[in-house]
């Protein structure tokens, strides 16, 4: 009775400001009614890119009419539960939802109603929980940040060699400055920065990196907080694994008072032209549709939906926004030889040629892939899972394997060349 009660109150206060549909195929009744959980809504972009994503995959299922019901704005505590139990009284029965702080109420709803399938984005604890009915999703994102950290490489060594880069933006062993925003120490964020500190390199070899953390997904005042900063250091180059235009916003109003001419940005999950005509060079993106029409044509054809789904720029999965006013000449065509490699396999994100932890090669990195908990004095394992070695050699090239084990990323290697600040936001 009281999950009863809760269903009905959420219905009635959550449901005037979440729901919209997207409808194929007139009023028939659904061939599948999708309740979507998402932590924000349009005004940020890695919850409109979903939003894009779902819709165009609704679209896309030939024959079958999907009927989609949002749940906006939606915090990652036991709302995301209240949320996943209204859609199904909603008459949902595929539940998903966008952020990885939903996934422990996924997993709590999903026990309730084993025959319905959810999906809980980013998480990382789908295959060894011992629940049949949840999956992870997420993208190989890491190899879009490797070719936009690949563009801002071309920007900087156009910078680099026309005499713009001065003293102010290198650190006192001549390597040069860049600056990266991002939300929390996560292995997705720090392997996102990884790879994009990795691009750059490949481009411009004598680069450091400075990390600020927001410790917030979303925040526009935050995230511009940390990009002043980053610029007052010195860096050329900002980046983000944040989901507001804060950054590339405030480098853009830099740019426009004259107070740093030549700082240029690299986005994610948007296109930051409109903020940032100036300075923007482009965006790491996830191509979401991919995932959802794989998603909707499973769930439809009565199939299982794959236990970790996880693919990148050979299925076209990621991509990079279009370049920017600002970009080197030369980049595009840099781009399409990098792209080419990462489908082939020539190229490898993190080959550990590129890295060193510590000062030396690694030659191995074993990963425990259980599910922890760290919210007490010590950490506790709540699903145990192996302990999986992640170097793999193929074509000659030895390199850590992201997102194979599982979807969620588990690279979390702290590499030579990048600090995390102890800066401190919002003082």
Not at 75 to 104: K, M, P, V
Not at 164 to 181: E, P, Q, R
Request: proline letters at 2%; charged letters at 20%; one cysteine or more.
């Amino acid at each position: 009775m009281k999950k009863l009660i809760a269903i009905l109150l959420v219905c009635l206060t959550v449901l005037p400001m979440c729901l919209s549909l997207v409808s194929c195929g007139g009023t028939d009744e659904a061939d599948l009614k999708v309740g979507a959980i998402l932590v924000g809504d349009e005004t940020e972009g890695y919850t409109l890119a979903h939003m894009n994503g779902i819709n165009a995959a609704a679209e896309a299922i030939t024959g079958k009419k999907i009927e989609v019901v949002y749940r906006k704005r939606v915090e990652e505590t036991e709302a995301a539960a209240e949320a996943a139990r209204s859609l199904i009284a909603d008459g949902c029965t595929l539940i998903i939802s966008n952020s990885y702080g939903h996934q422990d109420y996924m997993r709590e709803v999903a026990a309730e109603f084993p025959n319905i399938p959810f999906v809980a984005m980013t998480g990382d604890f789908a295959a060894i929980c011992g629940i049949s009915n949840i999956s992870n999703a997420f993208t190989k994102v890491f190899e879009s940040r490797y070719v936009s950290g690949v563009v801002a490489g071309m920007k900087l060594k156009e910078l680099v060699d026309a005499g713009k880069v001065g003293d102010s933006n290198k650190n006192a062993d001549g390597t040069i400055k860049l600056g990266y925003v991002g939300a929390f120490p996560y292995a997705e964020v720090v392997s996102g920065y990884t790879a994009f500190y990795l691009g750059v390199k490949s481009i411009v070899e004598n680069v450091a990196m400075e990390v600020v953390y927001t410790e917030s997904w979303f925040s526009e005042a935050l995230e511009a907080e940390a990009a002043k900063y980053l610029m007052s250091q010195g860096c050329v180059i900002i980046s983000q694994h944040a989901d507001s235009t804060g950054a590339p916003s405030a480098v853009q109003s830099a740019h426009e008072k004259g107070e740093y001419t030549n700082v240029y940005c690299v986005g994610y999950n948007v296109d930051m032209l409109s903020v940032a005509p100036d300075v923007a060079l482009t965006s790491a993106a996830n191509n979401w549709v991919v995932c959802y029409t794989d998603m909707f044509t499973a769930v439809t054809s009565g199939q299982k939906f794959t236990t970790n789904w996880a693919k990148g720029y050979t299925d076209n999965a990621v991509s990079i926004t279009a370049l920017g006013k600002a970009c080197a000449t030369g980049t595009q065509a840099k781009v399409d030889d990098v792209i080419a490699g990462l489908k082939n396999g020539t190229v490898k994100v993190f080959n550990t040629a590129n890295f060193t932890v510590g000062g030396e090669a690694i030659t191995t990195a074993k990963v425990d892939m259980s599910y922890m908990d760290f919210s007490g004095d010590a950490p506790k394992v709540v699903y145990q899972g192996e302990t999986l070695e992640c170097l793999k050699t193929e074509g000659g090239i030895t390199y850590f394997d992201e997102s194979t084990l599982r979807s969620a990323p588990y690279f979390s290697l702290r590499i030579d060349g990048i600090v995390e600040s102890d800066k401190k936001l919002g003082e």
